[in-house]
């Protein structure tokens, strides 16, 4: 794999050559040729030539580019819960270079975690997973910035911190704090992309609040029937689900930010890992809904 930038002129060149395995594909040649890609010198002054070099494979998307890249640079996103979920949501998150990160947990590392929470390690038992995760995001991208809030906050603290932000990620592990999410999201009018996963069945869902008449996590499933709060300390969680629903979340939120393709806006995601099952359903706002109607 070969990435370089060099100015020429009043152009920037990079020259990209992408893998080399014979992969069928109609656009087989983006793949296999040596790719080189023009942006105009005005643009460059708002990215340096190492930014250029490590998003180079977003900027050759069309979907992304130069300026969907420059777009990710500038929003900041809120990470609720640094566990199985927050951990690829974070990682992916900055190393696509989300430029501002707010992550919330008030937990410590433990031991038990490490089966699934990959943004841990062995070192980090005993510390804040706030402190943790903001260590490690460290090392796999040192020009974001990552605000770690490892106290526990009331719901009005907590929409204190969500007013300065472009989108919310529950990766939380109970409902009262995706309830209040739900709450906050709407009140504020902020994409709410939420996760969850149990044994071997994840779901994803989206509310994006600034469009009209959005369902709501509420609609979704109301208080009133509230069931059971299934934990993994009392009934598991596969490792990989984990990671499954929490990349499926940070595509969300990239694509969401820039508006790019179809999102799980107004949809739940249901994942069994175990049987290798996927299905979409269609989730019907709630005229008596108690949040949003
Ligand atoms: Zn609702």
């Not at 409902?175 to 999201?185: C, G, P, V, W």
Request: hydrophobic share 40%.
């Amino acid at each position: 794999m070969v990435a370089v930038a060099q100015l020429v002129e009043s152009w920037i060149v990079i020259p990209v050559v992408v893998g080399s395995s014979p992969i069928s594909h109609p656009n087989l040649f983006l793949f296999l040729s040596c790719e080189i890609l023009f942006i105009n010198s005005k643009n460059t002054k708002t990215m340096q030539d190492k930014e250029l070099e490590r998003y180079s494979r977003h900027i050759l998307l069309p979907e992304i580019e130069f300026e969907g890249q420059k777009k990710l640079l500038q929003s900041h996103c809120l990470i609720v819960g640094a566990g199985g979920l927050g951990s690829p949501v974070a990682i992916y998150l900055a190393a696509s270079g989300v430029g501002k990160l707010t992550i919330c947990d008030f937990d410590n590392v433990d031991l038990s975690n490490l089966q699934r929470q990959i943004i841990h390690e062995e070192k980090s038992i005993g510390l804040n997973k706030a402190d943790s995760a903001k260590k490690t995001l460290s090392r796999i991208n040192s020009d974001i910035k990552v605000i770690p809030i490892k106290n526990q906050m009331n719901i009005d603290e907590v929409k204190l911190v969500a007013e300065d932000v472009d989108i919310i990620v529950d990766c939380s592990d109970n409902f009262e704090t995706r309830y209040a999410l739900n709450k906050i999201a709407f009140d504020l009018k902020r994409p709410l992309i939420s996760g969850a996963a149990i044994k071997f069945d994840g779901q994803v869902s989206i509310f994006d609040f600034r469009k009209n008449n959005s369902p709501c996590y509420n609609c979704l499933f109301s208080r009133n029937d509230e069931e059971q709060n299934l934990k993994c300390s009392d009934h598991g969680v596969f490792s990989p689900l984990v990671g499954l629903v929490g990349s499926i979340q940070a595509g969300e939120v990239i694509k969401v930010l820039l508006d790019l393709g179809t999102s799980l806006h107004g949809k739940l995601l249901l994942i069994n890992h175990r049987d290798i099952d996927f299905k979409i359903l269609k989730i019907q706002k709630d005229k008596h809904c108690k949040i949003c109607s």
